[in-house]
């Protein structure tokens, strides 16, 4: 039997709001989704691409949007479906929200600097980061650019090495090969450096040859596969994740055995809601 395949980077919304919520950032990002942002079209794509987890990011856009997004996290959690809480570092408190994912035996925290309105390096978001350090959570943030805004620099290569330095045991994984569409930086700054990073939504700009270059002048346990689904199909970035002929081992390290060392004391730590 293969290994288990992971998703680290996916999305999707309560069924009440996923409609809105998909039609709206389409508009905002100029994009167009694979699926309707339900769990269960999610489940249904992780099926036919032979996907067995799925890493879930909520973005808090407001403060006040935590604590449905604490419920609703806490029904969909399952071996399938890993939820991960956004805090927006702008909240009241923050730190007590961290605290509280880490009480209700989930497993990380989402953060978006663009929706969010931070700088990576801010330092009034470094207690947050702390905090996430301190519980063993882990922290997945969108990093580099985002098609949906102005590109002003939040959270580039510089700013996430400036992160690492202060917290050095925070178990953060960058989004989109590092930076999204900032890949030169990447490339001066993060590649065969000990950053984590997902492969989401970069294979398709970057091209077959760069993204080969980059992915092996990495540390072979520090990429994780990701889709950014619905904004992308699994399908389609598996089929061209495949498609950069990085031989059996690697693939599985990318594609699963990476995941397992973040998702491990999941299954075992999870809390019936
Ligand atoms: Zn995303």
């Known amino acids: 039997m293969n290994n288990p395949i992971v998703d680290f980077h996916a999305h999707a919304f309560p069924d009440a709001i996923a409609g809105r919520a998909i039609s709206q950032l389409e508009h905002?990002?100029?994009?167009?989704?694979?699926?309707?942002?339900?769990?269960?079209?999610?489940?249904?794509?992780?099926?036919?691409?032979?996907?067995?987890?799925?890493?879930?990011?909520?973005?808090?856009?407001?403060?006040?949007?935590?604590?449905?997004?604490?419920?609703?996290?806490k029904e969909i959690a399952s071996p399938r479906i890993v939820p991960l809480l956004s805090v927006h570092p702008k909240g009241a408190d923050p730190v007590g929200q961290v605290r509280r994912v880490a009480e209700a035996g989930l497993q990380g925290i989402k953060l978006h600097p663009y929706y969010q309105d931070f700088d990576l390096d801010d330092a009034s978001v470094f207690p947050l980061y702390k905090a996430i350090e301190e519980l063993g959570l882990f922290l997945v943030c969108h990093t580099g650019f985002d098609f949906a805004f102005p590109r002003q620099r939040r959270a580039d290569p510089v700013r996430i090495l400036r992160?690492?330095?202060?917290?050095?045991?925070?178990?953060?994984?960058?989004s989109h090969m590092g930076a999204w569409d900032d890949w030169d930086e990447v490339e001066k700054h993060l590649i065969g450096k000990p950053v984590t990073m997902d492969i989401s939504l970069s294979?398709?700009?970057?091209?077959?040859?760069?993204?080969?270059?980059?992915?092996?002048?990495?540390?072979?346990?520090?990429?994780?596969?990701?889709?950014?689904?619905?904004?992308s199909s699994q399908s389609e970035t598996l089929r061209l994740f495949r498609s950069l002929g990085l031989g059996p081992e690697l693939e599985d390290k990318i594609l699963g055995k990476n995941a397992?060392?973040?998702?491990?004391?999941f299954s075992t730590s999870i809390r019936v809601p």
């Open 28 to 73: 905002g990002g100029g994009v167009k989704a694979f699926l309707d942002g339900t769990i269960v079209s999610l489940l249904g794509s992780m099926d036919a691409a032979g996907i067995r987890t799925s890493v879930v990011c909520s973005i808090a856009t407001k403060p006040e949007q935590f604590d449905p997004m604490l419920k609703w996290s």
């Open 163 to 174: 992160v690492l330095d202060r917290v050095p045991g925070l178990r953060l994984i960058t």
């Open 260 to 265: 397992e060392m973040f998702l491990a004391p």
């Open 203 to 231: 294979l398709e700009l970057l091209g077959r040859e760069r993204a080969r270059e980059m992915v092996l002048s990495h540390p072979a346990d520090r990429i994780l596969f990701g889709s950014d689904s619905p904004w």
